[in-house]
């Protein structure tokens, strides 16, 4: 009887990085920062894989996915801090942090899945170059994301379900800047073991599994690596591999050390400092990783820039009505029409 009189909980509220005014407002400034770098950064990703058919490989193809799922990861979190930051009272629904938790979930376990799949991919192509297109197919690129994100949104019903069945009646107060299961499990109003090994085994199966196959897949790179004999072509495959390997320290070492703690009570401030690596900085390192150390990235990014100056050097004039002689005064075309 005493449990049927209590109500449950519809709203909770979020203390945030930090409850300095002064300092919410840097925060806002450089969040902001980072989520519109994000969000520039892996459309830019997308719109040149897209586009550029040179990049329509499997290599580009899981890059493709991978920066639709950080651009999803970022924008499932960021935007809501960001307004907290401007706000005394920094609330969220029931229902609105279902929602939120849900969709990170699903898009950082994806990642976490397609990491590896890329890892697979550098294997195959730095240990297994002859059998590289029988083995990499369309059709085995294809089923390796849906798998990818099948087992996301599959590890995202566990953990969401098993978070959310148990009831909140007492304090509405999360020490976090988002509803992440470890932090909303502090709150239940029962015992939350069998939660706990929920978030565990999930973690488990979608961390540990793809950390071990990327470490399985790095080991065998290296050694091959290592017997290559000319030294520019060990660079090039250090150079394809170490971007994609820096990625995986950030994720998965920031995501190991909240998720695979014996006991998620043991959260404390310097928890939500470390999950802001792998909430926000990683999906805004991951473009610009990509892209700066990536040649061939950068290549075609420097052909779609030349198409548009040409199709604008062509469009131009015949807007105008002007010759090409009055066009090459433009700084921007001298350079298309000197070659």
Not at 78 to 105: D, E, N, W
Not at 248 to 261: A, E, H, K, P
Not at 306 to 314: E, S
Request: overall charge positive; hydrophobic content about 45%.
């Amino acid at each position: 009887m005493g449990r049927e009189n209590k109500t449950y909980l519809t709203e909770f509220i979020l203390l945030g990085l930090s409850s300095d005014h002064q300092t919410q407002i840097l925060l806002f400034v450089v969040f902001l920062i980072i989520y519109l770098l994000t969000v520039f950064g892996n459309l830019l990703i997308i719109l040149l894989i897209h586009i550029d058919s040179q990049l329509h490989t499997p290599m580009y193809f899981f890059l493709k996915n991978l920066s639709l799922t950080d651009f999803c990861f970022s924008t499932t979190i960021v935007p809501k801090m960001l307004s907290h930051f401007l706000v005394i009272r920094k609330t969220i629904s029931f229902i609105g942090c279902s929602t939120q938790m849900f969709f990170f979930l699903v898009m950082g376990c994806t990642e976490s899945s397609l990491l590896a799949v890329m890892s697979y991919d550098r294997y195959v192509a730095v240990c297994k170059p002859l059998h590289y297109s029988a083995i990499m197919t369309h059709r085995v690129c294809v089923l390796l994301v849906i798998g990818s994100w099948v087992s996301g949104v599959f590890v995202s019903l566990v953990d969401t379900t098993f978070t959310l069945c148990l009831p909140y009646q007492g304090p509405n107060i999360i020490n976090h800047y988002f509803c992440e299961p470890p932090a909303l499990l502090k709150l239940a109003s029962e015992d939350t073991y069998k939660a706990e090994m929920a978030l565990f085994a999930m973690g488990v199966i979608i961390l540990l599994g793809p950390a071990s196959l990327i470490l399985f897949s790095y080991r065998n790179i290296i050694s091959t690596v290592i017997q290559i004999q000319s030294g520019e072509g060990r660079l090039k495959v250090f150079s394809t591999c170490g971007s994609h390997f820096i990625v995986v320290i950030f994720f998965y070492g920031s995501t190991i050390f909240t998720y695979m703690q014996p006991n998620s009570k043991k959260m404390n401030e310097g928890d939500k400092v470390i999950s802001v690596f792998y909430s926000v900085i990683t999906s805004m390192m991951n473009p610009f990783i990509y892209s700066l150390r990536n040649k061939d990235v950068k290549e075609a990014l420097r052909r779609v820039i030349r198409r548009q100056n040409l199709l604008v050097a062509v469009i131009f004039p015949l807007v105008y009505n002007q010759g090409y002689e009055d066009i090459r005064k433009f700084s921007i075309f001298n350079r298309f029409y000197s070659e």
